[in-house]
Structures are given as structure tokens and as C-alpha cells.
């Protein structure tokens, strides 16, 4: 009997081969897995086979029994993150479909950066910034919307709606006071 539990291994190791293509070889290893049933099934074996002479240890089994335990508990838990995380995309997926379709009839302000990569006194690409109504929402893929017939990545939405321009608080009026809430010379609100 010991001699066909052997081969029975060998073979059994013989289906997992290194696969140089992969970067990790998980998906080299064979699709059979051991279940909770097999591994009761091969405890029941291992003390129906035993030498009667020399038995089976019982802190070496309880030891196989806690592994076994903690391996179920990691199975578990690794299709509770693989859930979760199934379940967290779908959510993000419709906030964001629920987000874009809300900006439909809605003024909004477009973010667009110069096509050539030209850059300002700062070192940043130049962007002009162009307003429109959202006209309609496209799902498929990157959300995007289009404003006026023209189609714009949700990234680039900066604002929905009339958004103000916020006026420094370093700006002085004549006298030498801070104004705040009055209108600064020369400024092209």
C-alpha cells in the first residue's frame, strides 16, 4: 500500500511544471486543489494505515487539524477580500456613472491643455478653460461627457455651474488697507 501512495505523490507532482513564461507560477500549478473533504478523507487513511506498533502522534494530528483549520479560515477570508473587492468596483462604477449623467443640462467649465505642451512662466503645460453645457454622457470606456458637441474627459470638468473667481487677500486699496468684498481696480471679473 505504501508503494501506491508514492507513485500516487509522484504523479500528483508530476503535474506541476515550471513555466518560465509566467511571473509568478501560481497559474502553472495544476487546477486540483485539496478541499476540506479530502483532507478528512486522507486523515481517516493516514489512522486506518498506521503502524500499529509505532502510532500516530496526537500533537502531530491535532497540529494537521489546526493547520487545516487555518487554511479553511485563509480560504474564507481570501474570497471575502475577492467580493469585497468585486463589489467596491462596482459601487465606484456607478457613482460615477450616477455623477457624470447628473451633470446632463448643467453649465460646466472645461479644463483644456495646449495641444503642443506649450508651458507658462511657471512650468506648467498652459491650459484655457472653455464653458459649455454637458449635451450628453458617453459609458463606454472613460467616462466622458460632451459639452456643446465635443467630447471632454471627465478629468477635465474643473467646475459645474457659475463659480465665481476668488479675489486675493494680498491685494491693497490705496490707503493701504486690505479690501474685503469690494471690487479691486483692474480687475476683469
Known sequence: MAVDATNTLVS????????????????STSSNTLTTDDYWKLMAAQLQYQDMTNPMD??????????????SAMTKLTDAVANFSTVTN?????????????????????AIPDPNGEKDKDGKVKVTYKK?????????G????YVDGKK????????????????????????????EGEEVPGDSK
Open 12 to 27: 500528483d507532482a508530476a503535474k506541476y511544471i515550471y513555466d518560465a513564461t509566467k511571473a509568478t507560477q501560481a497559474g
Open 58 to 71: 496526537n500533537s502531530e494530528m491535532m497540529n494537521q487539524m489546526t493547520q487545516m483549520s487555518s487554511m
Open 90 to 110: 462596482n459601487l465606484s462604477t456607478v457613482t460615477l456613472t450616477t455623477y457624470s449623467t447628473g451633470l446632463l443640462g448643467k453649465e460646466v467649465t472645461i
Open 132 to 140: 459649455g453645457t454637458v449635451t450628453g454622457v458617453d459609458l463606454t
Open 142 to 145: 472613460a467616462t466622458a461627457v
Open 152 to 179: 471632454y474627459e471627465l478629468s477635465q470638468v474643473m467646475s459645474v455651474g457659475d463659480v465665481p473667481e476668488e479675489q486675493k487677500d494680498d491685494e491693497t486699496s490705496e490707503d493701504g488697507e486690505t479690501s
